[in-house]
Nanobody, 125 residues
Framework: QVQLEESGGGLVQAGDSLRVSCLVS????????VAWFRQVPGKEREFVVS????????DYADSMKDRFTISRDNAQNMVFLDMNNLKPEDTAVYYC??????????????????WGQGTQVTVSS
């Protein structure tokens, strides 16, 4: 059973940086493509960024690619999302998601079978 656990969320000010992390357990981590999504109450969950199994393929939502960076450490079974120059509109619950299979570009909610519980990121103005 694959389980994901996010950590690192919190309250920051506009312009600050924050790293959120995702620990993936169960199954072979190196076989998982992993992504971050985020959701604001009352709105649909939206894609943020994804990373392939080996870390060589990344996809970013257009509005975030200049400020956010995804990385993974296969030795630690961890995926990281570094967020810079945060804005109040980045306030959301950030979810980590994983899928097994071939490396590729997976940007849709339906692409992912495994999800974490989410971590709240709040950016004050």
């Amino acid at each position: 059973q694959v389980q994901l656990e996010e950590s690192g969320g919190g309250l920051v000010q506009a312009g600050d940086s924050l790293r959120v992390s995702c620990l993936v357990s169960g199954g072979a981590f190196s076989k998982h493509n992993v992504a971050w999504f985020r959701q604001v109450p009352g709105k649909e969950r939206e894609f943020v960024v994804s990373i392939s199994r080996g870390g060589t393929i990344t996809d970013y939502a257009d509005s975030m690619k200049d400020r956010f960076t995804i990385s993974r450490d296969n030795a630690q079974n961890m995926v990281f999302l570094d967020m810079n120059n945060l804005k109040p509109e980045d306030t959301a619950v950030y979810y980590c998601a994983a899928r097994t299979g071939y490396s590729g570009r997976y940007t849709h909610i339906s692409d992912y079978a495994y999800w974490g519980q989410g971590t709240q990121v709040t950016v004050s103005s």
